[in-house]
């Protein structure tokens, strides 16, 4: 089982950006297949984000945040990043990240270990 840490969320004016990381431990980092990115905003569901094959070549994103959002890893540093751009009071939610996401055709979910996530709060 491999231990996720979230770093980087706070509060920022809408416009502004921020940068998420997640960095994972008890397991070699490249052994994991896909990561990403979920968001839980108060009073409503968890919702996907971002996702990144093991290799980083192929990534997907949630329609609401393409374009402004980019995902990476750095499977060297063991760390997963979320590089959020003109960032809207919309986004505001506590973010997680999470391995061994699978596309079942329809939605992502995530079947390995969780983060305890960081807070993003956006400012209008």
């Known amino acids: 089982q491999v231990q996720l840490v979230e770093s980087g969320g706070g509060l920022v004016q809408a416009g502004g950006s921020l940068r998420l990381s997640c960095a994972a431990s008890?397991?070699?980092?490249?052994?994991?297949?896909?990561m990403g990115w979920f968001r839980q905003a108060p009073g409503k569901e968890r919702e996907f984000v971002a996702a990144i094959s093991r290799t980083g070549a192929n990534t997907f994103y949630a329609d609401s945040v393409k374009g402004r959002f980019t995902i990476s890893r750095d499977n060297a540093k063991n760390t997963l990043y979320l590089q959020m751009n003109s960032l809207k009071p919309e986004d505001t939610a506590d973010y997680y990240c999470a391995d061994d996401l699978r596309f079942d055709g329809s939605s992502w979910s995530g079947f390995g270990s969780w983060g305890q996530g960081t807070q993003v709060t956006v400012s209008s």
């Open positions: 008890g397991r070699t980092f490249s052994s994991v297949y896909t």
